[in-house]
């Protein structure tokens, strides 16, 4: 959410409303709103879906070069058995997102 409302508050252009895919919305100025499956009713989020999942893809097939031990070429981060695997076995990295729910209750053990 944090991200999100950081990113809105970077634009040079002010939108009108800020429509979100999901059920919750950062904390934002301006008029938002969440939609539930936003990516298969609006055009605009499915765009914006796509394009953050390309640079996201993009982002993870660098970090593959600095963190061999991970298999971020294959599966981009995501939290799949091999992944956990990694994570397991070689430990959480600086760049994992400490509320994804595995790495927060290895965390804690």
Request: aromatic share 6%.
């Amino acid at each position: 959410m944090l991200a999100m409302q950081r990113a809105v508050e970077g634009l040079t252009v002010h939108p009108d409303v800020v429509l979100v895919d999901g059920n919750h919305l950062p904390k934002l100025i301006m008029p938002a709103q969440a939609i539930i499956k936003g990516d298969s009713k609006i055009k605009a989020i499915s765009a914006a879906s796509i394009l953050a999942k390309v640079a996201r893809d993009r982002i993870m097939l660098d970090l593959a070069e600095s963190y061999p031990h991970f298999s971020f070429k294959q599966h981009k981060g995501y939290g799949t058995q091999q992944h956990i695997a990694e994570i397991t076995e070689y430990g959480v990295l600086d760049i994992h997102r400490k509320s994804f729910n595995p790495i927060r209750t290895m965390l804690l053990k």
